[in-house]
């Protein structure tokens, strides 16, 4: 693509001058030299004795467009003597290696092959023999364009003396029909023009300028005419060699002249030359005086800044200078013909220079326009449009950098692109409307271009799409590539292919986003806008053309490119057709580079089970010792929660044995409208030595087909084949229509984050190899069928004999575990809704279920391959519940290698059944105080413990209490029992089968300094936290203290039994109740009870109307926070009929009154005399008001 400067730039040939060269070598060295698209003059070696020596203009530059490839310069040879600049001048060979004698026999065969080129140089990898035609690559990018340079200009000086003396004609006159003329398809010309030019001519001002001047003669025509078309052309050659004042010079005087003698064709050339320099000295920032020739043609008005004064505009014009001389100062008219007394004399820096360059450019067009009435001086059509296209350009990127500033220059100089850029206040405002800019734009749609060159045509349109570009002009640069698509299809076939028509496609694809676009690996891409019915049309147009001109891997890449993206567009008929007929039989020619439309084909991998029977062995990590008391450790809730929160458990990782075999499932997927053929698959490099896949029947004669918009799963079979602690596979090869395989992740699903870099979500399928190991299987018992019968509270010992089947592997690590129907049928929360102390019980229980229950003992270290081996099991029912009907006996064995910290087991289970009887129970318990005297005559073993304490321990019968027991003999032979509590043991009791006992056992009643209520109930099984039981503080301190009272009743009782053949002991705790309020009022003196009450009568037998006089102590020994006074409340009962009798009766006389005060400052006993009137049995209650202090004592009447 030509940019605004193109003329200014010098086309250089790079080739290989050497065999063995490697495209990307080559092309390498090649940027190497893009490097230094310009070079300064002042660093290039003066050349003496020519016209474009480097010393003529230092600040000068020499752009270069470096080429790679010869263009068909045939259509444009008649333009060669018009605009020298498109001819390609410096060929550069690349030679590898160090110069030597060969250099010269190179260089000679480069000017043999490439003789229309002015100069030739030869570029070795490494400097060798000193030649100005000979190079090195030892020295920079730079130097070596600064050598090519100064070729370039000593053979443009012999090259341009041999225009000197010749007749320069143009082209329409020297190529006759072959140049195109300008041709406007709904545009007339003739009249139009010549008004168009009359009003131009005239829009100088009101005063005529000096350009119309006197007619010139017929003679002097011709001379003017030669000497402008001279002026012109070394002008040309003056801007290509970087002398660009000298150039600014020369187009203006040959303007001058070609404007006297109507010239029309090489006055705008001319005046383009003019509009070119002025932009490459704006570009080297070097000031310069607008030449008198454009003022006299383009109105000052509308350029000139309104504030520049003519004072200023005469010393800036008083600054000494030559042709030459603008190093040092503002250049000046160098000759009188180019002046006038109307032209005022005015400055780069006093002008807007944007809007004077478009006005120049707007005079080049209507020149050439006008010269379109000649039959031979005419503008041929290639030309005309790259001028309006460099016009468009220049303004575009004026209005891309908002202002005529140095990025602007330096894109249209070296056509480096830059970002838009937002208005800034400077004193030359937005130049050029987007409006302005398509409305000349339009233009180009006017002329017929049909007839021109492929090649020229698509440059054409690619220039005019990006200057759409630049205006941010989308659709409009979209309707551009369509039209040029159009244009390519039906003539491609006639042309032979270069290499320029793939970079302009994939220029054309850049412009277009399709080549960057790549929904089906970015997520951000796929989630964009974009036009996809343009672009699929236009990527079907480019498949079409590069199928015609037979470039099979184009149309491999455009073909995926169209079904991967475009499917959910392309027609049945198009997807079809594109696939079988475009797609297909290219990756038949090129395989090695075909990659399947559908990234996402394999979507699953998984393993299943063959062997369900063989048992798998699972890793299990072996305890580690850690100090659980770190005192600088904080409190973590979760750290130990393993109820609350369980690990996470890996079972998504598939754990197979060394030769074991597994179904192999495979998942495809096909989205697309014609069928897939699957003709390979294996296992990737990295999986191979893991497992293999076995009778593998997917091949080229029997392909596993995938029908159109469906899913298929494939069923291998694999064998592993080595171990491995962990391996997961990510792809397969897979292998498609016989065309090479290729690696296929696998695809889980869509990826839905928009900071993710894949398209998809990749998966994995995660399996663990384990080597051989122990097996042990279960031989038999002592017991038949695995099953036995119990008495509640005995012990049974049994044998089971187990057998290590393994031929090779020890069983050395072993751990047990017993597994209850109890403990199953509970619920995984069942802690949440049981109050504390049941919950207590119930994890008590399951803990000496598994601890004491059963046991296993006399069991070997390790067993040894195929070696037999026995064990104990013995099963205690003491702490079973009635309701245990099974347990399994869980064996996890494996090889434990010596310093592993993980070992693989497996588990044998040995299930029991076991039936539970009842044998001795507890079907009752009372807790009763002591009313009354013990009687010293009655010789009873509990009587006798309590009057030995008393004695031993000086204690009163009130610091005692009675519990009564109810034991039942549930079994069908008599037992005897032996209970005790705490030192106390009853004398031997013998129960009969099914009979029922009570044992009076008498217990100390609880008088300790702490508060039960204060102490928790404590957890069995840690890390349940933030659990509230839902209760008041006064109903936990209530159910703190029945729990802890019950706790130490059960702590004290023991008891066994002894039957006829069996012996066993008895579990309270499973037959004691929760202890009543009575009870625990009765054994435990709490804060609520900080008094203790006796009441005691003077005779528990007395006749009628013989006086009874009841005593009530109170001991307050203990500390409390009440009063010193208290109130004793009686109270009299039938004892027969639990009837209170009221305070005024016909019964019982008494003396006071029922409720009577005592200080317990001075006394501690309060006496009521009671008489009986009527004989019976009563009783008699006392209470302290407030607490819940009481007692009874009984009296019989008779």
């Known amino acids: 693509m030509e940019g605004v400067c193109g003329p200014a730039r010098v086309r250089v040939l790079v080739v290989p001058a050497s065999d063995g060269w490697r495209r990307g070598e080559f092309l390498g060295y090649v940027e190497r030299l893009r490097e230094s698209p310009e070079v300064r003059l002042v660093d290039i070696t003066p050349i003496a004795d020519s016209m474009f020596n480097p010393q003529g203009f230092p600040q000068g530059k020499l752009l270069f467009e470096i080429e790679v490839e010869a263009k068909d310069e045939s259509s444009m040879l008649f333009l060669y003597d018009f605009e020298p600049y498109r001819k390609t001048f410096v060929v550069v060979g690349l030679c590898q290696g160090t110069a030597g004698a060969e250099a010269a026999g190179r260089l000679a065969k480069l000017e043999a092959k490439f003789p229309h080129c002015i100069g030739h140089c030869l570029i070795y990898q490494t400097a060798g023999a000193a030649n100005e035609r000979v190079l090195g690559f030892g020295a920079s990018s730079e130097t070596l364009m600064c050598d090519v340079g100064r070729c370039f200009l000593r053979a443009l000086h012999t090259y341009y003396l041999s225009y000197k003396h010749v007749t320069l004609r143009s082209p329409g006159a020297v190529g006759g029909n072959a140049v195109l003329k300008t041709t406007f398809m709904c545009r007339p010309a003739g009249p139009n023009a010549k008004r168009l030019s009359a009003t131009l001519e005239n829009g100088t001002g009101s005063k005529k300028g000096s350009l119309k001047g006197a007619k010139v003669a017929a003679p002097d025509r011709s001379q003017q005419r030669a000497k402008g078309r001279q002026l012109k052309i070394l002008a040309n050659f003056q801007l290509l060699a970087g002398q660009y004042m000298s150039a600014l010079a020369n187009f203006s005087e040959a303007a001058h002249t070609a404007h006297k003698v109507r010239d029309h064709l090489w006055l705008g050339s001319a005046l383009e030359g003019v509009f070119i320099s002025m932009i490459l000295l704006s570009y080297l920032a070097v000031p310069f005086q607008i030449p008198a020739v454009v003022v006299q043609l383009c109105p000052p008005k509308s350029y000139v800044v309104a504030s520049a004064s003519s004072s200023q505009r005469s010393s800036s014009s008083s600054i000494s200078g030559s042709p030459n001389s603008g190093a040092n100062g503002a250049f000046q008219s160098p000759r009188p013909s180019m002046s006038g007394p109307n032209a005022p004399v005015l400055h780069s820096n006093e002008v807007l220079l944007g809007n004077l360059l478009k006005c120049l450019n707007e005079r080049v067009l209507h020149y050439y326009e006008l010269s379109l009435t000649q039959s031979v001086e005419y503008t041929p059509q290639v030309v005309y449009c790259q001028s309006l296209l460099r016009m468009l350009q220049f303004m575009s990127e004026c209005h891309k950098s908002n202002s005529l500033g140095e990025p602007a220059l330096r894109s249209m100089v070296l056509g480096v692109t830059h970002e838009p850029e937002a208005p800034a206040d400077t004193m030359e405002p937005i130049l050029f409307s987007k409006m302005e800019i398509y409305q000349l734009s339009n233009r180009f749609f006017e002329l017929q271009l049909k007839d021109l060159d492929l090649i020229t045509q698509v440059r054409f349109y690619i220039t005019l799409a990006s200057v759409y570009g630049n205006l941010s002009l989308e659709r409009k640069r979209a309707f551009v590539l369509r039209i040029l698509f159009v244009s390519l299809l039906p003539n491609i076939e006639a042309l032979p292919w270069r290499d320029e028509y793939d970079n302009l496609m994939e220029e054309l694809l850049r412009t277009y986003g399709i080549a960057s676009w790549e929904p089906e690996n970015k997520i951000q891409d796929a989630l964009s806008v974009h036009w996809v019915t343009l672009q699929k049309n236009v990527l079907i147009l480019l498949i079409n053309i590069v199928k015609k001109a037979g470039r099979a891997r184009k149309v491999l890449k455009f073909s995926r490119w169209a079904i991967t993206r475009y499917s959910h567009i392309l027609t ?463 109903q936990l301190h209530d159910l703190q203290t029945h729990f802890w009272c019950r706790e130490h009743l059960l702590s004290k009782l023991h008891c066994t039994w002894k039957g006829s053949s069996f012996a066993g002991t008895v579990n309270f705790r499973l037959f004691m109740p929760k202890l009543s309020n009575n009870a625990i009022a009765v054994m435990y003196r709490s804060k609520k009870t900080p008094y203790t009450l006796e009441l005691r009568t003077s005779d528990p037998h007395v006749s009628v109307c013989e006086e009874v006089t009841i005593t009530a102590t109170i001991d307050a020994s203990l500390e409390h926070d009440s009063t010193s006074t208290v109130f004793v409340q009686f109270q009299f009962f039938e004892r027969r009929t639990g009837k209170q009798i009221p305070n005024s009766n016909k019964q019982l006389l008494y003396n006071g009154t029922l409720m009577n005060s005592i200080d317990l400052r001075t006394q501690q006993e309060l006496t009521l005399k009671v008489l009986p009137i009527e004989s019976g049995d009563y009783e008699f209650h006392g209470s302290i008001v407030g607490t819940d202090a009481a007692a009874y004592s009984l009296v019989h009447v008779t």
Not at 800 to 809: Q, W
Not at 920 to 940: A, F, G, K, Y
Not at 978 to 991: K, N, R, T, V, W
Request: charged content about 25%.
């Open 572 to 1034: 049945h008929t198009e997807q079809t057709r594109l696939f079988k007929d475009f797609l297909l039989p290219a990756a038949q020619q090129h395989p090695e580079e075909f990659e399947y439309c559908d990234p996402f084909l394999l979507r699953n991998i998984s393993l299943l089970k063959l062997e369900h029977h063989r048992q798998v062995p699972t890793v299990e990590h072996l305890e580690i010792a850690s100090n659980s008391e770190n005192k600088g450790e904080i409190f973590n809730p979760f750290k130990y929660n393993d109820v609350a929160a369980p690990e996470a458990s890996n079972d998504d990782i598939e754990n197979f044995m060394v030769s074991e075999r597994a179904e192999f499932i495979c998942s495809f997927q096909n989205p697309f409208n014609y069928d897939l053929d699957i003709t390979s698959l294996s296992l990737c490099q990295e999986d191979v030595k893991y497992l293999r896949i076995c009778g593998n029947q997917v091949s080229s004669e029997a392909p596993f087909i995938v029908k159109a918009h469906s899913m298929r799963a494939l069923h291998l079979t694999v064998e592993f084949l080595q171990d491995t602690p962990g391996h997961k596979l990510r792809a397969l090869n897979i292998g498609l229509f016989k065309l090479p395989a290729r690696k296929y992740p696998i695809c889980n699903s869509e990826q839905k984050s928009v900071f993710a870099s894949s398209r998809a979500v990749l998966g994995e399928c995660k399996l663990v190899i384990i080597e051989d190991q122990p097996q042990l299987d279960f031989l038999s018992s002592d017991l038949p069928r695995a099953s036995c019968m119990l008495l509640t509270g005995v012990k049974k010992r049994l044998q089971c004999k187990v057998h290590n089947t393994s031929l090779s592997k020890t069983a050395n690590y072993f751990r047990f575990c017993i597994n209850t129907n109890v403990s199953s049928q509970l619920k995984d929360d069942y802690w949440r809704t049981i109050a504390a102390d049941d919950l207590y019980d119930m994890e008590l229980q399951l803990e000496q279920l598994k601890e004491k229950c059963i046991k296993v003992t006399n069991f070997p270290d390790e067993i040894k391959p195929n070696e037999v081996v026995l064990f104990d099991l013995e099963i205690d029912s003491t702490c079973a519940p009635l309701h245990l009907d099974h347990f399994d006996l869980v064996i996890n064995y494996g090889n434990n290698h010596s310093g592993n910290n993980a070992v693989y087991v497996r588990k044998l289970v040995i299930p029991f059944n076991v039936t539970l009887k009842r044998s001795v129970e507890v079907t009752n318990m009372e807790i009763v105080q002591i009313h009354e005297e013990l009687p010293s005559t009655v010789d009873v073993d509990w009587i006798n413990y309590i009057r030995a304490q008393m004695r031993e321990q000086q204690l009163s019968f009130s610091a005692f209490a009675l519990m009564l027991l109810d034991i039942r003999n549930s079994w069908t032979s008599k037992v005897v029992l032996e209970l005790g509590y705490d030192d106390f043991s009853a004398s031997p009791h013998e129960i009969g089968s099914c009979q029922t006992i009570r044992i009076i056992v008498p217990i100390k009643k609880l008088r300790g300094n702490s508060d039960l209520s204060d102490r928790p109930i404590p957890s069995i099984v840690r890390g349940r936290q933030f659990v509230h039981s839902g209760l008041s503080d006064d």
